[in-house]
């Protein structure tokens, strides 16, 4: 989720005027991908909440929930949304610059992924 997130980011900040298409072909799991990375960038970098996600992937309510039925999931594209947007608004990740460092209890991913390397 952060690696996407940070790709997009990028992609939008080199070419402000220009669009970014994602194609995924007609492979319903694919699309679900997209969706679902599509969805948690929405949350986290342009502060979007659940609600607002979830009405903007509308069209692909039926793929989500055939998917979910058939794969006897308990866990949906909608709970990780939910999950995801209830951690930022308690803030307890960050996708941003680690530079708050009074905030001792929050994931910083880009300071996690600099020392993972």
């Not at 342009?46 to 009405?55: A, C, D, N, S, V």
């Not at 309510?61 to 949304?81: A, D, L, N, R």
């Not at 803030?91 to 905030?103: G, K, L, T």
């Amino acid at each position: 989720i952060y690696l996407f997130d940070q790709r997009i980011s990028c992609l939008a900040t080199m070419n402000p005027a220009r669009r970014i298409v994602i194609c995924t072909g007609r492979d319903p799991l694919l699309q679900i991908r997209a969706a679902f990375l599509l969805g948690c960038h929405m949350i986290m970098t342009h502060g979007i909440g659940f609600e607002e996600t979830h009405l903007a992937f509308k069209n692909l309510h039926p793929i989500f929930e055939s998917y979910h039925s058939s794969s006897g999931s308990v866990v949906s594209v909608q709970t990780c949304w939910r999950a995801l947007c209830g951690a930022k608004c308690m803030r307890w990740i960050d996708f941003q610059d680690p530079s708050n460092a009074d905030d001792k209890f929050r994931i910083h991913l880009e300071e996690y992924m600099h020392y993972s390397r």
